[in-house]
């Protein structure tokens, strides 16, 4: 009984396994060559649909940098029916003559003509049926309307392929380009880490399989990859990144028709706000133009960068390809320097500001109270001429000098002998307390140190000890003291705020821990808290108000009257042949300051007339900032 | 357990299997080879760029050559422990392993719960416990302890004489079913139910019982379809219906998938060289549609080969069924024969249009641990009933 039953299964079994053997010689023997047919003739293939870039805003909202999508139109020789009737269809769809679509076919063949120049018959038959075949631009940048008008009528228009371009646009051009950054072309060691780090992988939605990934990164998809070169494109381009998104596309080689079968739809990447007003930035590039020199303007109270210039910039829509030779040499110019940041990235001698570290320093270590007086007759000593006030090339003095007015009038008598009093170590200590010497830890790249010298250092530099004249020269800010702007722009915040050393950046609310019990957030752009004693920082901006407010102040009379602004010029000597470097340092308002500033221009001349007048603007921009 | 392992061992049973593993190894490599040969000239056809030849595409390629080489290199691996495994298998007496045969059906089935609760997702489904750098898949061995399990309580003829007492075998089905359901994992459950069908014949149960029994199911099963059914797999159903309409990539990968096996023509592309580009766009070319690529590289002839590689097992082992006169082992190759041609019948005819697109591997051939694994252990089962026909045993009849 259950014998004959296995039976019945392998008769069974013979069954299931013969209709599939039927099956198989009906597909593969009797329907092979059309199937074999129909494999040569379609063509499948993976296009990535690449995603868009998240957006940078200013502090507002306002989009400073946005990527945009333009479509190129591509010829494939090999696949054009009617070549009269597409040039009609095209020129009518372009709304051009027809003789200008006719015009670019033509020197397409104008190019085979000269790749086949001298060349054998079988290489001409060769190079022409690549030609045949291989894509070829001809218009960019056409309108979306036109682009799917062709997407949609692929076999009116067999042969032209629409291919969609992703381009980043800077749209106020080189506003803010060292705080923007830009894209650039990944070099083959880039290419090589993001390799390795799995870069690519993390660019494509989750939903797109390991060996789809494989397939693209063969053919060398992500080889023309950009990423960011500097500033906010560089330090959030991960953040920036979309994921690309992935379509499936068959065409059909015989009937030259494609359909697209599937779609893995991309997502764009995170939009990031900076700290920057767009209103203020404007003002401040147009107070640099046509100079060489920075200007930053930030919170005093809790470091939001609220405009950074420096000149000369560049256009970042220039740096994508094509890249022109004329701006290659542009930012190559050494000289120009146009890709450094000056702002962070320059080091200078700073002059008179650093008299406001001198007087600290001296009130801090209790050399002197703010009464303390020095009679200023021109020199600081009969003996030497070398060590002059200011007011010596004049046939002046200032007389007998006080805190207040030794910085209203920038006397540098006064400063020599507290500088003096106080020493070099003093002086060095308090210069490292308000930021100098260090960098501000700014969420920029390329933050240069600065330098405060100090007895060991002018040993090795120098070979020589550590002289009076070079403590002298310490307390008005000349000799081996090397500052960025961003420093300087710190240490009068500190001097607002009344001693918060804070920390610079530009990305607004980022890396914000928020305590989980409910506690208001940690402010960690707090990066310490000076010690000094309290009359110290409110006789020095009374000081700073003066020098702005008072007549014989150096910043006086030059339209900033009527704005609360207090400050301090600076002339820092370059050499005896070169022009100095103007220096105007300041912040506002006097009573409640909301945020400080530093303009520098290069060889600009005085502080006075060489910076200062390029403040009113500012301020007046700045101070409407909500 | 015996001392005297017996030395004639059945060859048209053990040669099939071993043909098959060997072709599935070689079909896996060639499912990689073609892969980075033809991308390069592709990329260079369509897109126009010279880069396929720049140095950096050169080391990707190599890349992706090791990527796809640990596909191969992982099945070897499988195979070398299911070879273990099967001899293993032969060394003890199957008889004895009936007696753990319920222990093994709750224990499988006890890890089929565990993967729901932890398993981890991957594809949307979860089938699998993660084991170090391999995954354990617990249906593949389910079908293996459920087969045990049905020829246990089936083997004393009297378990079946009523329609009441189907309630045993179709609750011991069940349970399993809806686990992997649950995973979910349609294809898997599709070959519970014939194997509990053939099995019950094959115990004897009345054919008008039986009859009875796959008339209720169908109604359950299609009441199912309505509201149980993901999307997703209804899709599948209704691509193997119309793959010309079908929505999704479903149609597209059973006529991709025609076009690479009938392209195949009599003798085929050769080894390595399948380019249909059909098999480029089906993530499972190594693994669910491995037979494409066999049917695409050796043509009609080779796909015929493999053919008749399984009906020879098939024939051989139910060959033994038919011989031996001890019930349980009687049943467990009819079972296990059942599962093993359910899965080749649905999987081969997949790939060529009729069979729905299920995730069912082929046995001997995908790739993928636990289904060589449970290919092995089955294959092993029924060698060792086989072995058991030779006199020197006592043989049991319990009809």
């Given at each position: 009984?259950?014998?004959?039953?296995?039976?019945?299964?392998?008769?069974?079994?013979?069954?299931?396994?013969?209709?599939?053997?039927?099956?198989?010689?009906?597909?593969?023997?009797?329907?092979?060559?059309?199937?074999?047919?129909?494999?040569?003739?379609?063509?499948?293939?993976?296009?990535?649909?690449?995603?868009?870039?998240?957006?940078?805003?200013?502090?507002?909202?306002?989009?400073?940098?946005?990527?945009?999508?333009?479509?190129?139109?591509?010829?494939?020789?090999?696949?054009?029916?009617?070549?009269?009737?597409?040039?009609?269809?095209?020129?009518?769809?372009?709304?051009?003559?027809?003789?200008?679509?006719?015009?670019?076919?033509?020197?397409?063949?104008?190019?085979?003509?000269?790749?086949?120049?001298?060349?054998?018959?079988?290489?001409?038959?060769?190079?022409?049926?690549?030609?045949?075949?291989?894509?070829?631009?001809?218009?960019?940048?056409?309108?979306?309307?036109?682009?799917?008008?062709?997407?949609?009528?692929?076999?009116?228009?067999?042969?032209?392929?629409?291919?969609?371009?992703?381009?980043?646009?800077?749209?106020?051009?080189?506003?803010?380009?060292?705080?923007?950054?830009?894209?650039?072309?990944?070099?083959?060691?880039?290419?090589?880490?993001?390799?390795?780090?799995?870069?690519?992988?993390?660019?494509?939605?989750?939903?797109?399989?390991?060996?789809?990934?494989?397939?693209?990164?063969?053919?060398?998809?992500?080889?023309?990859?950009?990423?960011?070169?500097?500033?906010?494109?560089?330090?959030?381009?991960?953040?920036?990144?979309?994921?690309?998104?992935?379509?499936?596309?068959?065409?059909?080689?015989?009937?030259?028709?494609?359909?697209?079968?599937?779609?893995?739809?991309?997502?764009?990447?995170?939009?990031?706000?900076?700290?920057?007003?767009?209103?203020?930035?404007?003002?401040?590039?147009?107070?640099?133009?046509?100079?060489?020199?920075?200007?930053?303007?930030?919170?005093?109270?809790?470091?939001?960068?609220?405009?950074?210039?420096?000149?000369?910039?560049?256009?970042?829509?220039?740096?994508?390809?094509?890249?022109?030779?004329?701006?290659?040499?542009?930012?190559?110019?050494?000289?120009?320097?146009?890709?450094?940041?000056?702002?962070?990235?320059?080091?200078?001698?700073?002059?008179?500001?650093?008299?406001?570290?001198?007087?600290?320093?001296?009130?801090?270590?209790?050399?002197?109270?703010?009464?303390?007086?020095?009679?200023?007759?021109?020199?600081?000593?009969?003996?030497?001429?070398?060590?002059?006030?200011?007011?010596?090339?004049?046939?002046?003095?200032?007389?007998?000098?006080?805190?207040?007015?030794?910085?209203?009038?920038?006397?540098?008598?006064?400063?020599?002998?507290?500088?003096?009093?106080?020493?070099?170590?003093?002086?060095?200590?308090?210069?490292?307390?308000?930021?100098?010497?260090?960098?501000?830890?700014?969420?920029?790249?390329?933050?240069?140190?600065?330098?405060?010298?100090?007895?060991?250092?002018?040993?090795?530099?120098?070979?020589?000890?550590?002289?009076?004249?070079?403590?002298?020269?310490?307390?008005?800010?000349?000799?081996?003291?090397?500052?960025?702007?961003?420093?300087?722009?710190?240490?009068?915040?500190?001097?607002?705020?009344?001693?918060?050393?804070?920390?610079?950046?530009?990305?607004?609310?980022?890396?914000?821990?928020?305590?989980?019990?409910?506690?208001?957030?940690?402010?960690?752009?707090?990066?310490?808290?000076?010690?000094?004693?309290?009359?110290?920082?409110?006789?020095?901006?009374?000081?700073?108000?003066?020098?702005?407010?008072?007549?014989?102040?150096?910043?006086?009379?030059?339209?900033?009257?009527?704005?609360?602004?207090?400050?301090?010029?600076?002339?820092?000597?370059?050499?005896?042949?070169?022009?100095?470097?103007?220096?105007?340092?300041?912040?506002?308002?006097?009573?409640?300051?909301?945020?400080?500033?530093?303009?520098?221009?290069?060889?600009?001349?005085?502080?006075?007339?060489?910076?200062?007048?390029?403040?009113?603007?500012?301020?007046?921009?700045?101070?409407?900032?909500? | 357990?015996?001392?005297?392992?017996?030395?004639?061992?059945?060859?048209?049973?053990?040669?099939?299997?071993?043909?098959?593993?060997?072709?599935?190894?070689?079909?896996?490599?060639?499912?990689?080879?073609?892969?980075?040969?033809?991308?390069?000239?592709?990329?260079?056809?369509?897109?126009?760029?010279?880069?396929?030849?720049?140095?950096?595409?050169?080391?990707?390629?190599?890349?992706?050559?090791?990527?796809?080489?640990?596909?191969?290199?992982?099945?070897?691996?499988?195979?070398?422990?299911?070879?273990?495994?099967?001899?293993?298998?032969?060394?003890?007496?199957?008889?004895?392993?009936?007696?753990?045969?319920?222990?093994?059906?709750?224990?499988?089935?006890?890890?089929?719960?565990?993967?729901?609760?932890?398993?981890?997702?991957?594809?949307?489904?979860?089938?699998?416990?993660?084991?170090?750098?391999?995954?354990?898949?617990?249906?593949?061995?389910?079908?293996?302890?459920?087969?045990?399990?049905?020829?246990?309580?089936?083997?004393?003829?009297?378990?079946?004489?009523?329609?009441?007492?189907?309630?045993?075998?179709?609750?011991?089905?069940?349970?399993?079913?809806?686990?992997?359901?649950?995973?979910?994992?349609?294809?898997?459950?599709?070959?519970?139910?014939?194997?509990?069908?053939?099995?019950?014949?094959?115990?004897?149960?009345?054919?008008?019982?039986?009859?009875?029994?796959?008339?209720?199911?169908?109604?359950?099963?299609s009441s199912g379809y309505f509201f149980v059914l993901k999307e997703y797999q209804k899709d599948r159903i209704k691509a193997f219906v119309n793959p010309t309409r079908a929505p999704s990539s479903e149609g597209f990968q059973l006529i991709q998938s025609l076009v690479a096996v009938g392209s195949g023509g009599f003798i085929g592309r050769g080894w390595g060289s399948g380019e249909s580009g059909a098999t480029l766009f089906v993530p499972e070319r190594h693994n669910d549609f491995v037979f494409t690529t066999i049917s695409e590289e050796w043509g009609f002839l080779g796909s015929s080969f493999v053919l008749g590689l399984y009906l020879l097992f098939f024939l051989s082992a139910l060959g033994s069924a038919y011989q031996t006169r001890e019930p349980f082992g009687r049943l467990l190759i009819s079972g296990l024969v059942t599962y093993l041609c359910v899965q080749t019948f649905i999987n081969i005819g997949m790939t060529i249009g009729m069979a729905p697109i299920t995730g069912i591997p082929l046995p001997f051939i995908s790739y993928g641990g636990s289904s060589l694994l449970s290919s092995f252990i089955a294959a092993g089962l029924i060698v060792n009933v086989s072995l058991k026909q030779i006199p020197s045993f006592a043989q049991r009849d319990f009809e």
């Open positions: 009984m259950s014998q004959r039953r296995i039976i019945l299964l392998i008769v069974l079994i013979i069954g299931l396994l013969g209709i599939l053997e039927v099956r198989l010689f009906s597909l593969q023997m009797i329907s092979g060559s059309y199937y074999r047919e129909q494999a040569q003739k379609r063509t499948t293939r993976i296009e990535l649909i690449p995603a868009l870039r998240g957006k940078i805003r200013d502090r507002h909202g306002r989009p400073l940098v946005q990527d945009t999508i333009s479509f190129d139109l591509y010829l494939v020789p090999r696949e054009v029916d009617d070549r009269v009737k597409l040039v009609k269809d095209l020129s009518l769809l372009l709304k051009t003559e027809p003789a200008k679509v006719e015009s670019e076919l033509l020197t397409l063949d104008l190019k085979l003509k000269t790749l086949a120049e001298n060349k054998t018959p079988s290489q001409i038959k060769k190079i022409t049926r690549e030609h045949q075949r291989q894509i070829h631009k001809i218009f960019s940048n056409i309108s979306f309307e036109v682009a799917s008008e062709i997407e949609s009528a692929s076999d009116r228009f067999s042969g032209i392929i629409v291919k969609e371009k992703k381009q980043r646009r800077y749209l106020y051009q080189d506003l803010a380009c060292h705080t923007v950054g830009y894209m650039k072309q990944m070099n083959e060691t880039e290419y090589r880490d993001a390799l390795a780090a799995d870069y690519f992988r993390k660019g494509l939605v989750d939903s797109i399989d390991e060996s789809l990934y494989h397939i693209l990164l063969e053919r060398g998809e992500f080889m023309d990859d950009q990423i960011g070169g500097i500033g906010v494109e560089k330090i959030c381009n991960d953040l920036l990144n979309g994921r690309h998104g992935l379509k499936l596309i068959e065409r059909d080689l015989v009937k030259k028709q494609q359909r697209e079968l599937n779609r893995i739809a991309p997502e764009p990447g995170a939009d990031i706000f900076l700290t920057i007003d767009l209103t203020l930035q404007k003002a401040v590039e147009d107070a640099l133009k046509n100079k060489t020199g920075s200007i930053v303007v930030m919170d005093v109270n809790n470091g939001e960068i609220l405009a950074l210039a420096s000149h000369p910039a560049f256009d970042p829509n220039k740096l994508q390809r094509p890249v022109l030779q004329e701006t290659v040499n542009y930012m190559n110019d050494l000289k120009l320097a146009p890709g450094l940041n000056r702002v962070i990235g320059g080091a200078y001698p700073l002059g008179s500001i650093f008299k406001l570290i001198t007087a600290v320093a001296a009130l801090e270590e209790q050399k002197i109270t703010t009464a303390t007086s020095f009679n200023c007759d021109g020199y600081f000593s009969r003996s030497s001429k070398y060590f002059k006030c200011w007011v010596a090339e004049y046939q002046r003095e200032h007389g007998m000098m006080n805190l207040e007015n030794g910085i209203q009038h920038s006397c540098n008598v006064y400063f020599f002998n507290i500088g003096k009093n106080t020493g070099v170590d003093g002086i060095g200590k308090w210069a490292r307390n308000f930021g100098f010497g260090q960098t501000s830890r700014i969420d920029l790249i390329g933050e240069k140190e600065g330098l405060v010298p100090d007895q060991p250092y002018h040993l090795g530099r120098h070979k020589k000890k550590w002289y009076l004249a070079d403590t002298l020269n310490l307390s008005i800010g000349q000799g081996d003291l090397m500052v960025t702007p961003l420093q300087v722009c710190r240490m009068m915040a500190a001097v607002a705020n009344n001693g918060s050393l804070v920390r610079p950046h530009v990305l607004k609310n980022q890396a914000q821990p928020r305590s989980n019990q409910g506690q208001p957030p940690v402010d960690n752009y707090l990066e310490r808290k000076i010690d000094l004693l309290s009359q110290s920082l409110s006789a020095i901006k009374k000081a700073l108000y003066k020098v702005v407010h008072e007549s014989g102040g150096t910043a006086h009379g030059l339209g900033l009257d009527d704005l609360p602004v207090a400050g301090k010029t600076s002339t820092a000597q370059t050499g005896s042949t070169t022009a100095p470097h103007a220096w105007f340092a300041g912040f506002a308002p006097y009573d409640n300051p909301r945020f400080a500033f530093v303009i520098m221009v290069e060889k600009g001349g005085k502080g006075s007339a060489g910076a200062a007048v390029l403040a009113p603007e500012i301020i007046t921009q700045a101070l409407n900032i909500k | 357990m015996s001392e005297t392992i017996p030395v004639r061992l059945n060859w048209l049973l053990i040669l099939p299997v071993f043909l098959l593993v060997l072709i599935g190894v070689l079909a896996i490599w060639s499912a990689g080879a073609p892969f980075t040969q033809r991308l390069i000239s592709s990329s260079a056809e369509t897109a126009g760029e010279n880069i396929g030849s720049s140095p950096t595409a050169i080391s990707v390629a190599a890349q992706i050559k090791n990527f796809l080489k640990i596909h191969v290199f992982k099945q070897l691996i499988f195979a070398v422990i299911g070879l273990v495994v099967f001899i293993f298998l032969l060394r003890i007496n199957y008889y004895v392993i009936k007696d753990y045969s319920y222990l093994i059906y709750l224990f499988i089935l006890g890890l089929l719960v565990l993967v729901i609760i932890i398993g981890r997702v991957t594809h949307g489904a979860q089938r699998w416990i993660p084991l170090g750098p391999f995954a354990l898949q617990p249906s593949e061995f389910m079908k293996i302890a459920f087969v045990m399990a049905l020829a246990r309580f089936m083997m004393f003829k009297d378990n079946v004489k009523y329609m009441a007492y189907f309630i045993g075998p179709v609750l011991l089905t069940v349970i399993p079913m809806g686990l992997i359901f649950l995973q979910p994992n349609l294809g898997t459950t599709l070959i519970f139910l014939p194997t509990l069908i053939v099995m019950l014949f094959v115990a004897g149960a009345r054919v008008k019982h039986i009859l009875i029994l796959i008339f209720t199911l169908l109604i359950l099963f």
